[in-house]
């Protein structure tokens, strides 16, 4: 595996579930992102971890919850989702806030 | 504070023709600027960037951007299109240079016509 891994590609759940996202970089950057991609809007940052310290942008509603366990492995929880949570996820690594290496996107939709 | 605008949410152009994608910013202070390229069903990939050290940059594929501080603009333009460049691009700014702050554009949707 090279670049920045994202699971799954794909994920379709309802409004009371409970599902998570996961990026693995294989880069051995210092630096993880959670980025939000809706239609026609810019790109959104979610969260950063950097040297395992978290940095969130204060308008991310609750139900989006970011786990870093190490500086390879990132996760995002989500419950309780609403349907305008619909979007591509995309998850990016960095050294040291350098330039950005970005998955492939995990396609989130909410009934 | 920081933004960048993309003119046109959509572009297209014929193969061979020029590719002319336009990005303005505002910033307090000389900023960093981006370009990024999306691939269907892909992430983002660095087309070029601009640091201060030229103000004509060129990337990756055949694309350069050129930065004019007195129009405020970093517009992306490539000589003659390729099938192969169709894909939506985002411009950003950052006032540090660092991905902790960067700002991107709406993004551009270029379509190549045969």
């Known amino acids: 595996e090279t670049g920045v891994t994202q699971t799954p590609r794909h994920l379709v759940m309802g409004m009371t579930n409970k599902k998570s996202l996961k990026c693995e970089q294989h880069?051995?950057?210092?630096?993880m992102y959670w980025y939000k991609q809706s239609a026609k809007k810019p790109l959104e940052l979610m969260f950063v971890?950097?040297?395992?310290?978290?940095?969130e942008n204060n308008s991310v509603p609750s139900r989006f919850s970011p786990e870093c366990p190490n500086s390879s492995h990132l996760f995002l929880h989500l419950h309780t989702l609403q349907p305008e949570d619909s979007a591509l996820y995309l998850c990016a690594s960095s050294q040291s806030g350098g330039e950005l290496f970005f998955g492939e996107g995990s396609r989130l939709t909410v009934l | 504070a920081q933004s960048v605008t993309q003119l046109g949410s959509h572009v297209s152009v014929s193969e061979g023709a020029l590719v002319l994608l336009r990005c303005n910013y505002s910033s307090s202070v000389p900023p960093y600027l981006f370009w990024y390229v999306q691939y269907p069903n892909q992430g983002l990939q660095l087309l070029l960037k601009y640091t201060s050290a030229a103000t004509l940059v060129k990337g990756i594929n055949g694309f350069e951007a050129e930065f004019k501080k007195s129009e405020t603009s970093f517009h992306l333009t490539k000589p003659s299109a390729h099938m192969s460049d169709a894909a939506e691009y985002f411009c950003?700014?950052?006032?540090?240079?660092?991905?902790?702050?960067?700002?991107f554009g709406s993004g551009t949707q270029l379509t190549v016509l045969p």
């Open positions: 950003a700014v950052s006032l540090s240079g660092s991905a902790r702050q960067l700002t």
């Open positions: 880069l051995g950057h210092n630096a």
């Open positions: 971890y950097s040297l395992e310290e978290r940095v």
